[in-house]
């Protein structure tokens, strides 16, 4: 029990950054997800979200509901956190991670998941995303 005590006030909270539209209610959906998953989130609501997605390497047609910043990654859209935690402890040389739209059942979304979420790898060069996950 000790052991597990010490484990648990060694792991770093992970502090992110989420930039939403102001009226979009699903994003806090999500911000309080990643809350109950160890993140300590700063919800900063913009009407410049496109331009944000895009100055940071995701494409408009890539683009999810918000985007997140944490540890020098962009996250946009309701990535499950199995995935932004896979992205966190891998740490490979892409700008981040993107699932596009607003797929049902993704995490601070209503209803079932319908089908697998695939999300995709953007990068820093502008290069085409590819496929980095599927959950």
Do not use: W
Request: glycine letters at 10%; charged letters at 20%.
């Amino acid at each position: 029990m000790v052991a597990g005590l010490c484990f648990a006030e060694a792991e770093e909270t992970l502090k992110a950054t989420l930039y939403k539209n102001p009226q979009c209610s699903c994003c806090e959906g999500y911000a309080d997800y990643l809350r109950k998953n160890g993140f300590e989130v700063d919800v900063k609501p913009t009407n410049d979200l496109a331009s944000i997605s895009s100055k940071a390497g995701v494409p408009a047609n890539f683009q999810g509901c918000h985007t997140m910043f944490v540890d020098g990654y962009v996250v946009d859209g309701h990535v499950p956190v199995k995935t932004v935690r896979k992205l966190l402890s891998e740490r490979p040389d892409i700008a981040g991670i993107t699932l596009p739209g607003m797929p049902m059942g993704s995490p601070g979304m209503v209803g079932e998941k319908t089908e697998p979420f695939t999300i995709y790898a953007v990068t820093k060069d502008g290069k085409a995303p590819t496929v980095y996950s599927t959950e």
